[in-house]
């Protein structure tokens, strides 16, 4: 079965400041990716996707992830990040083909010092 | 257009009792999901339902059950409430296809005294 492992629990981060944070699965085979967003309050939305072509995905707010196979990760990014992407953020993962579920990780929560 | 709708917004039981959430898509989705959302867990697949007349087990359905009553309506039903129950309960559908998104409800905070 498909498992999603985010490293990072709670991250601080000062405005202007870039931004990592991991995420890896374990599956042995094709996988759509997925990492969304939930601010305070409200519920999740898509931040970006993969299924296929170009490994590097630009998303919504000037995110991005870099899906690497040969490491099972899909990290995502942010070059300067802004005190309103102060959030929990999570991956998820679906095994293609397999079945229709879609697993999450445990989320990363990521607070912005204005 | 609402998208996903969830029912109700709060609930507080009392240990034993039973109750129905309720969620609904107008959006033609096949696929719903209930998932349930704890500090620190994350994101916890209940049960999904890849189509109408389907229902599949996620990664914690004990004390659960579902019923896909048509297209829109996935309904998520505790027998016998647990405090273990305590959780925000989140619906979401997508389209069929491995790489369609997932649209969520508002959530439902169930307490469990």
């Known amino acids: 079965a498909q498992s999603v492992s985010q490293h990072n629990h709670h991250v601080i981060l000062s405005e202007a400041a870039s931004l990592e944070l991991g995420c890896n699965y374990s599956?042995?085979?094709?996988?759509?990716l997925f990492w969304y967003v939930q601010y305070p309050g409200q519920h999740l939305q898509l931040l970006l996707k993969y299924f296929s072509g170009d490994p590097l995905v630009k998303g919504i707010k000037g995110f991005e992830a870099e899906f690497i196979k040969s490491k099972f990760s899909f990290n995502l990014r942010k070059p300067s990040v802004q005190w309103s992407d102060t959030a929990e953020y999570f991956c998820?993962?679906?095994?293609?083909?397999?079945?229709?579920?879609?697993?999450f990780g445990k989320g990363t929560r990521l607070h912005i010092l204005p | 257009n609402a998208g996903v709708t969830q029912t109700p917004k709060f609930q507080v039981l009392k240990t034993g009792q039973s109750m129905t959430l309720q969620c609904a898509q107008d959006?033609?989705?096949?696929?719903m999901y209930w998932y349930r959302q704890d500090p620190g867990m994350g994101l916890r697949l209940i049960y999904y339902?890849?189509?109408?007349?389907?229902?599949d087990k996620g990664e914690v359905p004990n004390g659960y059950n579902v019923s896909r009553l048509n297209k829109r309506e996935f309904s998520l039903r505790l027998e016998s409430a647990a405090p273990s129950q305590t959780s925000v309960y989140f619906c979401?559908?997508?389209?069929?296809?491995?790489?369609?998104?997932?649209?969520f409800g508002p959530g439902t905070r169930l307490t469990v005294l």
């Open positions: 599956y042995g085979g094709t996988v759509n």
């Open positions: 979401a559908s997508r389209s069929s296809g491995g790489f369609n998104e997932q649209f």
């Open positions: 339902s890849a189509s109408e007349g389907t229902t």
């Open positions: 998820a993962v679906n095994a293609r083909g397999r079945d229709d579920k879609i697993i």
């Open positions: 959006m033609n989705h096949n696929s």
